[in-house]
């Protein structure tokens, strides 16, 4: 029977089973995007996951939407990541880089020229972002000219071609948590009338785009998707979620991914059971899984993998603590986006028996 420790074809690469790592942003990053020493620590210590999906990294200056967050914007910024991708092979690991263009969801702070961010449409989002000055309200974004958005599905292409340069595995495009991808997808945040809006198909269009860019790089089968439906996160609101995430999944179905990724935050929607039957490829469920809650799904068929966010965190062998059945860390929130190596590479893992 398919258990957590039995291994996984994903794509084009093999795991040795299938407790994925969650990507997570953790802040560590110097403020030019580059990554230090620590980060790869932090990644080794984790290499005993099937998979590791890095912590969300922005694809050009104007998607960074968080302090300390790492890109892969730059040549520089990439050659810093090989330092993790060499360390973790070493450990037999293996990890797919998350690319992140928070879109509107970021500060002129964090942007080139203290630049307007850019989204679909020019909807201020609620909330407040968090810089080094402090909470700051979310501005009104600047909407992308029709014209400028083949520039942006580039910035993909070419943030994929230097994450594999990096000695990345694969790529996954973040289509959640309110960030660019959903902001086209989702009607509250998508008011446009050119072709990337209004109908579904339309608003599909540039994660369709995108993720085409991203596969033509290195072929589909090192190319992911994380989709959240409903997240609510970073106040993104949908007319039809249902509909939408229904016709992406149709849509993306033949493209021959290495996966996709499904983190449903609110227990009470289906939407594992309504998406993995569209989905030709592998499917990786996440999001508040427990180990029992993990095998439940596997042995049921209800995916192929799961995603664990939290408890990586605090726990860098969680494999090796499901075989041994041993008991969990709990993670220190305060600890999350901080820089330096406390709550980052200072939980141990189990001794040997
Ligand atoms: C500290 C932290 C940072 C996160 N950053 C990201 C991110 O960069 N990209 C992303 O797709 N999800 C991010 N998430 C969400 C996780 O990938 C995951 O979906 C979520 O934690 C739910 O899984 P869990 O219940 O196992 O923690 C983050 C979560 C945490 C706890």
Known sequence: MTHLLSPLTLGAIELPNRVIMAPMTRSRADDAGVIGEITAT?????????????????????????VRTPGLATDAQAAAWRRVTDAVHAQGGKIYAQIMHTGRIS??????????PIAPSAVQPKGA???????????????????EIPGIIDEYAQATERAFAAGFDGVELHAASGY????????????????????????LRFTLEALGAMAAVRGPGRVGIKIAPEMGFNDITDESPVATYTELVRAISPMGLSYLHVAVMDPTKDYHERLRPLFAGPYLAGAGFSQESAE?????????????????ISNPDLPERFRRRAPLAAPDRATFYTPGPKGYIDYPALGAV
Do not use: C, H, W
């Open 42 to 66: 932090y990644y080794t210590q984790r290499a005993g996951a099937g998979l590791m999906i890095s912590e969300g990294i922005f694809p050009s200056a104007m998607g960074k939407g968080y």
């Open 180 to 203: 660019l991808p959903e902001q086209f997808l989702s009607s509250g945040t998508n008011r446009r009338t050119d072709r990337y809006g209004g109908s579904i198909e339309n608003r």
């Open 296 to 312: 439940a799904l596997l042995a049921r068929g209800g995916a192929d993998a799961v995603v664990f966010g939290s408890s990586f």
């Open 129 to 147: 972002s968090y810089t080094d000055e402090g909470m700051k309200p979310f501005v009104t974004p600047r909407a992308l000219e029709t014209a």
């Open 107 to 116: 500060d002129p702070s964090f942007l080139p020229g203290s630049a307007t």
